[in-house]
């Protein structure tokens, strides 16, 4: 035992500077490490991932988690565990923009029975006339020689009116309309220009 102590200390003395220059290292270390600050605390919320278009149910693809101050998160902002599949953004939104409840038609925004249907008017100064809560009768104007047009439905409610994008032409407006009047709006936008007028309030 006596033979160790002696190699261990002729060892020591040997590499003096060597373990002097480790514990001066370990002192700044662990000096700096008790003033540095703790890490911010953050709270993570849901953001659009890329610029999104009203009147579309954003996909995973579309949404990323962000990370804010707790002293900036905005009121009614979404988790990252929220549910959109049901959910319809009423106006457009910018990529990294943090996600709230009022950028959405809720669910119960969209009677029983109907669906949220975004359809885009050719002409913006049409929609501009519109406010959410109208009603509207759908006309589909022929796109050949044939002057006349055909009504589609009538009195369907206008839920929203997103924020024109500058990546398209005319104006989307959010209809509430029952399943089969979406489907025939589909079809016949394919080959006819969608107007609407305004109809007296029926609440």
Do not use: K
Not at 66 to 71: D, G, I, K, M
Not at 85 to 100: F, K, N, W
Not at 176 to 185: C, G, K
């Amino acid at each position: 035992m006596t033979n160790f102590w002696h190699d261990l200390i002729r060892a020591a003395r040997w590499h003096r500077r060597l373990l002097a220059g480790l514990c001066a290292a370990a002192a700044v270390y662990f000096g700096l490490a008790s003033f540095s600050p703790p890490a911010a605390a953050s709270t993570a919320v849901l953001a659009a991932a890329r610029d999104l278009p009203g009147g579309v149910t954003p996909s995973a693809d579309d949404l990323r988690v962000l990370r804010l101050p707790p002293a900036t998160v905005p009121s009614g902002v979404l988790r990252p565990d929220t549910d959109l599949s049901d959910r319809i953004l009423a106006t457009a939104v910018r990529a990294g923009e943090p996600l709230t409840d009022a950028r959405f038609l809720t669910p119960p925004a969209i009677p029983p029975g109907l669906v949220a249907y975004p359809l885009r008017l050719d002409d913006p100064d049409i929609a501009a006339l519109l406010r959410p809560g109208d009603h509207v009768d759908l006309y589909a104007a022929s796109a050949t020689a044939d002057p006349s047009a055909a009504r589609l439905a009538t009195a369907v409610r206008v839920l929203a009116l997103p924020a024109p994008s500058r990546s398209s032409g005319g104006a989307l407006v959010v209809l509430a309309t029952s399943p089969s009047t979406a489907a025939r709006l589909a079809q016949s936008t394919t080959n006819s220009r969608i107007t609407v007028a305004l109809t007296r309030d029926t609440s």
